[in-house]
């Protein structure tokens, strides 16, 4: 089973609607400003837009909804939650946290084989891969009768669901999806997982760079929920089972929740549980515990809304009641900043951070890419952000309408392909004796305001530094006027077409830890610019 499959229980509602496109051409950032009449002031917009993107998502209960938005204006990431109920599922409330969009598919360098390994001494790999097309197809047939924008299946009426049912059905036929078959594939699945576990903590799998990032600032989002709730509790008392902890549940993510014992203490290793224990808590969470004790249940889940109640109102005295500037005020413009840049169509993940550092920092962006392998994996294309002041004149050169027919006619392409070539590239020969037009030369004006800041910065960033030369940022610019920062690079880096050599496993292994070092670069001047 994937490594990046969430973990749902009863109640439980996924908060995110997936992850941005993977384009491996840069993307062209554009603005997206707010919908509607602008708010009274920029806490209430906070407030407000959180709301609004759990609109998108239905059954997110009511006495938890609060909880998630306060939560989420503080730049915590959730996941799925539940308010609580006394005959069925858990009886307290709880929230799950998780840095989910951004997570990596494999924890370990080699994970993918390995469990490949696992599978195949299970006697599961076309049970597996079966199952897996099942979902795929499954899950593309249902969400072809979402309408555009619809992210839950909550609100389709009983005659679609009727219709995705029935077609379900004949996938379930179509794949031999049996009971027996499920089973044994989740089994597998768990299997695979505890063996996973093994050989990465007796050293055998080391972690990905990409996941000790991801854990590392998973982590740190815990730490502010720890934060907050030592704030909530300063000079507070409650009893112990009230009392609003955080911790890991069963899938790894860390769960916000009270109840203490009565909420089934998840802090115990699986192996000191008895089996009555286990399978009570199994009739718990099914409804099938006894009458009597869903009526005392009953009591229970009042007191433990109640705390989640009062950690709400916290929440929102902090948000509007807090300093300018103070850290989290800070915290969640950043936060609202790579929110809208994850918006962005095309853009890639692993330039948002830089984007919104760079635009907070009056950098203004105009395109970019994370960097990438070449797709013979024989070169890199560097990270790059293209800098620029917005508004770039339409119309470069003086008599341009006339040079842009002749060209086009020549070259077999349209009109408006040369217009966009003149404003992104060098011109062709046909204009090099044409001068730019006033506005664009004052447009390159702005421009070079905003490389001297940019280059500023990077002073201030590689000021003591050690970082080798072709890993640095520099600022470059472009023949349209725009600028690039970028690594230096090295030569072998970027073969000329052509010049392509085959390489080894071991010099394409170099090659990709080098793109990743110089990724990471990019992160830490992000990580600098939100420090300033």
Request: glycine share 6%; aromatic share 8%.
């Amino acid at each position: 089973m994937g490594e990046s499959e969430p973990h749902f229980e009863e109640e439980s509602q996924i908060y995110k609607s997936g992850e941005s496109p993977d384009a491996k051409e840069p993307s062209l950032e554009k603005e997206t400003p707010l919908e509607g009449q602008e708010p009274q002031n920029e806490k209430e917009v906070g407030w407000k837009e959180a709301e609004q993107n759990l609109e998108k998502f239905g059954g997110i209960e009511d006495g938890i909804k609060e909880t998630v938005v306060g939560l989420n204006v503080f730049g915590i990431e959730t996941v799925n939650s539940c308010e609580g109920h006394f005959n069925h599922g858990r009886i307290a409330p709880w929230v799950s946290i998780e840095k989910w969009e951004s997570k990596p598919q494999e924890r370990y360098i080699g994970q993918k084989e390995f469990e490949q390994q696992v599978y195949e001494r299970l006697g599961v790999v076309e049970i597996n891969q079966r199952n897996w097309d099942y979902i795929k197809e499954h899950d593309e047939m249902a969400a072809s009768f979402l309408l555009p924008g619809q992210v839950e299946f909550d609100k389709l009426s009983e005659d679609t669901r009727r219709q995705i049912a029935e077609r379900d059905e004949g996938l379930i036929k179509k794949y031999d999806i049996t009971p027996e078959v499920t089973k044994q594939w989740m089994d597998a699945g768990i299997q695979a997982e505890k063996e996973i576990e093994q050989v990465g903590k007796d050293g055998r799998l080391h972690k990905t760079e990409e996941y000790k990032q991801w854990k590392a600032e998973n982590d740190a989002m815990k730490d502010r929920v720890q934060q907050l709730l030592g704030e909530f509790y300063e000079g507070r008392k409650t009893t112990k089972n009230a009392k609003i902890i955080i911790d890991q549940d069963g899938s790894g993510s860390w769960c916000i929740h009270n109840g203490g014992k009565d909420y089934y203490d998840v802090t115990r290793k699986p192996e000191d549980i008895s089996d009555k224990e286990k399978n009570h808590y199994q009739k718990v969470l099914d409804g099938k515990n006894p009458k009597k004790e869903q009526k005392d249940f009953e009591k229970y889940v009042e007191k433990y809304r109640a705390e989640f109640q009062e950690f709400t109102e916290f929440l929102k005295r902090k948000h509007f009641g807090e300093q300018e500037n103070s850290p989290d005020k800070k915290e969640v413009i950043w936060q609202k900043k790579e929110r809208e840049i994850e918006q962005i169509p095309n853009i890639e993940k692993g330039a948002v951070k830089i984007i919104a550092a760079l635009n907070l920092s009056e950098i203004p962006t105009s395109q970019s890419c994370e960097g990438h392998m070449y797709e013979n994996e024989t070169g890199i294309n560097l990270p790059f952000i293209e800098i620029s002041s917005p508004n770039q004149p339409e119309k470069r050169f003086l008599g341009q309408e006339k040079i842009i027919p002749k060209l086009a006619e020549k070259y077999g392409i349209k009109p408006e392909d040369v217009r966009t070539m003149l404003l992104h590239s060098m011109p062709h020969e046909e204009f090099q004796n044409s001068k730019e037009t006033q506005n664009y030369k004052e447009w390159r004006k702005e421009n070079n305001k905003i490389a001297k800041r940019a280059e500023k910065l990077l002073k201030d960033f590689y000021q003591d530094s050690a970082t080798p030369e072709h890993v640095r940022l520099t600022v470059k610019e472009q023949n349209a006027g725009q600028f690039e920062i970028s690594n230096v690079g090295r030569e072998q880096d970027r073969p000329s077409v052509g010049e392509e050599k085959n390489l080894t496993t071991e010099q394409k292994t170099e090659l990709n830890e080098q793109l990743t070092q110089y990724q990471r670069e990019m992160d830490n001047f992000a990580g600098f610019l939100k420090q300033k």
